[in-house]
């Protein structure tokens, strides 16, 4: 069956001996049915609520810095920023390679630089080597820029519900089984079967703990930290 809103909705319709939805009947779905499509997404919802850094979260951005504007904001979807992923990107137009910027805390911005914002002037502008992260969720170049730059940065995002029929999950295909493991869970509970929904329960953070093992609890290298002299 297709990975996909409606194969995922009628993966827990099988398991329920229950009648699959078709293209035509899908988005008019009532009761049952209808519960059945916001449990596939409640379980989506809840695995991407339970780590800010699933990798299939990840996102690359980029975004054209305007001359002389100091604050942009952050994207909607945006659950944590890595700060040390900002660069400005190689253009051969603007004369400039990759720079990597450095992150500044909003404190040290806002006790010696936050003068820049106001004063914006030609003079004032360059190429930026420093990013800080706002407490209002904004971003600030500093120094101001001087041309339209090209900024790159990675962030992880909040995930999304879905909505037609050939919707996709961000998480990969071979997690399918733990979707559906946590959507059983909601439908059993809606049909009242508590004892079912605690199995399904069990099944479901089991299904989480395996996801967390594979892509979250990994070192790639030890760094040696001893000094030597």
Known sequence: MAYDFIGLTNDVNNRLNEVE??????????????????????AVR???QEEFQWPWNHVEESEFLAPGTVRYSYPNDAKTIDMNSFRIKRDDTLNIGTIK????????????????EYNTGTSNRSTPTHIVRTPSRELICYPNPDKAYELVYEYYRTGYDLEIASDVPSLPEQYRFCIID??????????????????????????????????????DYIRDTRVHF
């Open 46 to 48: 809840h695995i991407n």
């Open 21 to 42: 939805l078709t293209l035509d009947t899908f988005p008019t779905a009532t009761g049952y049915f209808s519960f059945a499509k916001d449990a596939v997404n409640a």
């Open 182 to 219: 946590g959507a059983m869970y909601y439908v059993y509970q809606f049909r009242g079967d508590t004892q079912m929904a605690d199995i399904s329960n069990r099944k479901f953070q089991d299904g989480i703990k395996y996801l967390r093992s594979l892509n979250i609890n990994r070192m």
């Open 101 to 116: 910027l450095k992150n500044m805390s909003y404190e040290e911005w806002i006790e010696n630089y936050a003068d820049s």
